[in-house]
């Protein structure tokens, strides 16, 4: 009797003791560096993945290549030294709402998964199953596998190795922990917890009023809200469930402009990431091009371009020419047009698209931190973008908009935030 109540008196101490060091190991901090070393690691990686289901390359070309990723990888730790630091805690919240958005979203095979992925499963099963470089033969030509097949590689190996269930979970957890980097950036956006769990919920939930045009063009709600101009901007979450590899690339783009833009980040990191995006998505990559155009001649004009900020994004555009070539093939099959929209049905669209946020930023006396000059770009770029088309469909407008709407996200978030504190 007596020893049993001795050993009750110390299982409360030794219970909070297990509680505190749960949260102190949450209370742990990691660097921006490392995660943009990390993203490097990741993007660079499926470069070199390339090569290899290519099988055009020399074996010293591997050691090369390799070479130069660490390098970019040492240059990005090195030099990536702004920027508040980020708790354990952030970043293991960004990956469980990303998992679970991802989950949700048919990755994994746990869900329902939307007619996107049927061919986006079959391509991870055609890279899995047959030997690299493979060509398929359905036709009295062979066709080559020619797309931006990036986010596929590593699982691919995965499904070689441990087979088709593994490698969906692999592309599950590789997704899922890219857009988890990418969120835990983000948040170094806003000052306080309070702010950053309302730009979290600003930027999860951002869309156009896509219910009321349904509504209007359709007389009710159809299956796809989005698509009822004909005419579409994604919202997050479409994203999210339908092109997970596009929204990494354009986020990339709109994480790494806005730190730079708060001097969180040199320029050279985010600039050696965007070719890297290139394999995972051609148009979230040119969606980003304005913004690095605005970013290169403010650096000029300010005469504050350093040595790094050359060579760097020089060394990982080298690494990445395989991919660049690779993606160009046979673009006649592609070409870029002009699509011509009736006025109308163009402005019916961004009026309950975009310009119920674009024309209070607009009007509002302090606009943004970002810059006016960084709103009136997206706000141009939105406007235009529509008459763009890439190919057969509308993938530019919906793809290429994803860097300047996720910039104007953030705008919204700052706003809302600051009211909330008057």
């Not at 469930?241 to 990191?269: D, K």
Request: aromatic residues 12%.
């Amino acid at each position: 009797m007596g020893e049993t109540s001795i050993s009750a008196k110390h299982v409360v101490p030794s219970t909070k003791a297990t509680s505190m060091l749960s949260r102190n190991r949450l209370s742990i901090f990691i660097a921006p560096r490392w995660i943009w070393a990390a993203l490097a690691t990741w993007l660079g990686g499926s470069q070199l993945l390339l090569w290899r289901f290519l099988d055009s390359f020399p074996v010293w070309a591997y050691a090369l290549g390799a070479l130069v990723l660490a390098e970019l990888c040492f240059c990005t730790a090195k030099v990536a030294k702004g920027g508040r630091d980020i708790s354990l805690g952030t970043l293991v919240t960004c990956f469980l709402i990303a998992l679970g958005l991802l989950v949700l979203s048919g990755e994994g095979r746990l869900f329902y998964a939307n007619v996107d992925w049927q061919v986006r499963f079959a391509v991870l099963r055609d890279m899995g199953m047959n030997p690299w470089p493979f060509v398929y033969t359905a036709r009295a030509d062979p066709d080559l596998l020619r797309a931006p097949i990036g986010m596929f590689l590593a699982p691919a190996l995965v499904f070689k190795v441990l087979g088709p269930r593994a490698a969906d979970i692999a592309l599950l957890a590789q997704n899922a922990t890219l857009v988890a980097l990418l969120l835990a950036l983000g948040s170094q956006l806003f000052s306080n917890r309070r702010s950053r769990l309302i730009g979290l919920a600003i930027f999860v939930l951002f869309s156009g009023m896509d219910a009321i045009g349904d509504l209007l063009m359709q007389g009710t709600l159809t299956g796809h809200l989005e698509d009822w101009a004909e005419i579409e901007y994604s919202s997050t979450i479409t994203l999210l469930f339908w092109v997970p590899q596009h929204a990494i690339a354009g986020w990339v783009g709109a994480v790494g402009y806005m730190l730079w833009r708060e001097g969180r980040v040199p320029l050279a990191p985010w600039l050696s990431l965007l070719p890297m995006t290139a394999l995972w998505s051609p148009l979230g990559l040119m969606g980003a091009m304005p913004f690095v155009a605005l970013a290169g001649v403010r650096m000029l004009i300010a005469r504050s371009l350093r040595l790094h900020d050359i060579l760097a994004p020089a060394a990982s555009a080298v690494l990445c020419l395989p991919s660049l070539i690779y993606l160009g093939a046979a673009p006649d099959d592609v070409g870029i047009h002009f699509l011509p929209i009736p006025f109308v049905q163009w402005l019916l669209f961004q009026s309950f698209e975009t310009l119920p946020y674009l024309i209070p930023l607009a009007i509002a006396g302090r606009s943004t931190r970002f810059g006016r000059d960084s709103l009136w770009l997206a706000f141009a770029w939105l406007m235009f973008i529509p008459f763009v088309q890439i190919g057969w469909s509308t993938d530019f407008m919906m793809r290429g908009s994803i860097t300047a709407l996720a910039v104007v996200t953030v705008m919204v978030s700052d706003h809302v935030v600051q009211r909330g504190e008057r």
